[in-house]
């Protein structure tokens, strides 16, 4: 009986890492497969008036120019809600949008035919800021509206909790856009397997439903589809949603050859999802020894142009808000709302990681006004069995985080008999 | 576009074929000689995953042309070691858990490789030195400058 816990295990695929030999989709090559490339647009929010491939479609080796009309299923994808275009038909929402796609003999051919392509634009105006897109005269993203979702927490009563109180602490604090910066950009190799099905090698997060994406945007079932994940270089989040999946298997599907598609890093930061930027207005009020009283947060996150995960996403940060805090009064309001921005998705912590930022900083200065160390008003407050969260979970077993804090403390050097 | 000459010795082999004169030497890697182990993350030297050694210097594959390299020994992964006989900085690198994703792995590699074979016995700082043209992004950095130390005779305790 080989152990396996408590043993150093090299990586299953380590090897092949190390020696250069395992593949990411880059790497894979198909005698006489063509190059696709994409168009994407130079607005985030507008129309399109007209798109003239011909001179692209003139250019020799140019095998296949294909535009919104050309897309046999849904011109649509996406996790939650399938909102973002395989290939802009009209509307542009955000500078994600995908205009045409070419497949070619060569990059480079590739590449020249797409200056060919002439777009011409009406400029609309956006919205680029969620609390300015959740005002009733903004710019709608969307007809049926820019707050995509809203999720409110309550438990007890904040006005009470808030007149007991003997300091109250009001901020608002904001986190930025994030993006992954995986260091493989996206990429896939397409072919037509013997049976006619599609075959797609790509590094992906989410196979089985890359291949419910392709098989909807084409028109198949998913039988017909195969999706291959090759090494994976990082993801983070950021190959959740679909960036060269379905344009890569359409342009595989209308020449009927295999096709290769290789994003350059500036592509890479076009295509794929950003972390959720977040506004945070926190009121927290607590007790001269330190015990909190009530919070009362509303949380707005930009969702971009496209929902992604984005009410996951903005559920998770609402669940979070109020920390590993024992806290008697919540009133938490949390949003996802569209703007023209590049879209957002998920990214490591998937909205757990931004309010943080706002409820340790609310700690922070309720210490510093009630004149109590940092670890003590966390110690007074921290969640131990039995707590009950903002939500009414009840946390019968595994909290660790008094330990946590001991071990913190000890390791800073500090006099914990002194803290508690 | 004139094809021109290019010959080279390529992880110890003699290679000989004509390309475009603008050829990266990234490309005539990948997209002549199907050496993918070397590999593009940003295509303007920032991240180090095109990492080559080129007469005994680390190279970033995307900032030159091939013929840049002509008549010059270059190294790639591919040439570092083999499956029978793995190069000792590849062992350690899968002994210390400093492979992640794999993508910066053999830039990170070479990089490495051509810094122990000039200072066998290099200290952690000049390591990180070594390695600071080459991008993680898996946050992978401690673990592998503790698998490029532990081949300089120090006591390294991560393993």
């Known amino acids: 009986m080989k152990k396996a816990v408590g043993v150093s295990a090299r990586r299953v695929e380590g090897l092949g890492k190390v020696t250069g030999m395992i593949k990411f989709p880059a790497d894979y090559y198909e005698p006489g497969m063509l190059y696709g490339k994409t168009l994407r647009t130079k607005i985030a929010s507008g129309r399109i008036i007209s798109i003239d491939t011909s001179k692209a479609e003139a250019l020799p080796g140019v095998r296949k120019v294909v535009t919104a009309k050309d897309v046999p299923g ?114 896939a190799l397409c072919t037509i397997d013997e049976r006619g099905h599609l075959v797609l090698r790509v590094a992906t997060q989410y196979v089985h439903w890359d291949r419910v994406e392709v098989a909807r945007a084409l028109g198949l079932s998913v039988n017909q589809v195969r999706i291959i994940c090759t090494a994976v270089g990082g993801a983070f989040g950021g190959r959740e949603d679909m960036t060269v999946q379905i344009h890569c298997a359409l342009l595989t599907w209308l020449t009927k050859k295999p096709v290769k598609m290789i994003y350059d890093r500036h592509e890479s930061f076009h295509a794929h999802s950003k972390r959720h930027p977040m506004y945070m207005e926190y009121k927290t009020g607590a007790k001269k020894d330190g015990r909190l009283t009530a919070v009362e947060a509303r949380i707005i996150g930009d969702s971009g142009a496209y929902a992604s995960w984005a009410p996951n996403i903005l559920r998770k940060a609402a669940v979070h808000a109020t920390g590993p805090y024992q806290v008697p009064n919540v009133k938490v309001d949390s949003y996802a709302v569209f703007t023209n921005n590049p879209f957002t998705g998920a990214m490591r912590g998937f909205g757990a990681a931004q309010p943080p930022i706002a409820y340790e900083a609310q700690m922070d200065l309720l210490a510093e006004k009630l004149g109590l160390h940092p670890f003590t008003i966390r110690w007074r407050n921290a969640f131990e069995e039995g707590s009950v969260t903002a939500t009414g979970q009840v946390l019968e077993t595994s909290v660790g985080l008094k330990e946590s804090l001991l071990a913190a403390a000890k390791a800073f050097g500090w006099d914990v008999e002194q803290l508690v | 576009m004139d094809k021109v000459r290019f010959s080279a010795e390529i992880n110890g082999e003699q290679v000989d074929l004509l390309i475009p004169q603008n050829l990266r030497l990234i490309d005539l890697l990948r997209d002549y000689l199907h050496l993918t182990g070397t590999k593009e993350g940003c295509g303007e030297g920032e991240c180090g995953a095109c990492t080559v050694i080129i007469d005994g210097e680390p190279v970033n594959s995307c900032l030159i042309f091939a013929l840049q390299a002509r008549d010059k020994k270059i190294l790639t992964i591919e040439g570092m070691g083999s499956l029978e006989q793995l190069h000792p900085l590849q062992t350690a690198f899968l002994d210390y858990g400093a492979v992640q994703c794999g993508f910066c792995t053999p830039g990170m590699l070479l990089a490495a490789k051509a810094l122990l074979d000039k200072n066998p016995n290099p200290s952690r700082e000049e390591i990180k030195t070594a390695i600071s043209g080459n991008l993680c992004r898996c946050t992978g950095y401690s673990k592998i400058v503790d698998a490029i130390e532990s081949l300089t005779g120090k006591e390294v305790n991560s393993k």
Request: charged share 30%.
């Open chain 1, 74 to 187: 849904h011109n649509g994808h996406g996790v939650l809600f399938p909102d973002a275009p395989v290939l802009a038909d009209s509307r542009i929402r955000s500078v994600n949008d995908a205009i045409a796609l070419v497949a070619a003999d060569t990059e480079e051919i590739a590449a020249e035919a797409l200056e060919l392509i002439k777009v011409e634009y009406e400029e609309l105006p956006g919205v680029f800021d969620p609390r300015e897109a959740m005002q009733e005269d903004a710019p709608k993203v969307w007809e049926k509206g820019n707050i995509l979702y809203h999720l409110p927490i309550r438990k007890g009563d904040v006005e009470k909790g808030f007149a007991e109180a003997d300091v109250i602490v009001e901020n608002t604090y904001s986190t930025q856009m994030v993006d992954h910066a995986f260091l493989q950009p996206e990429a």
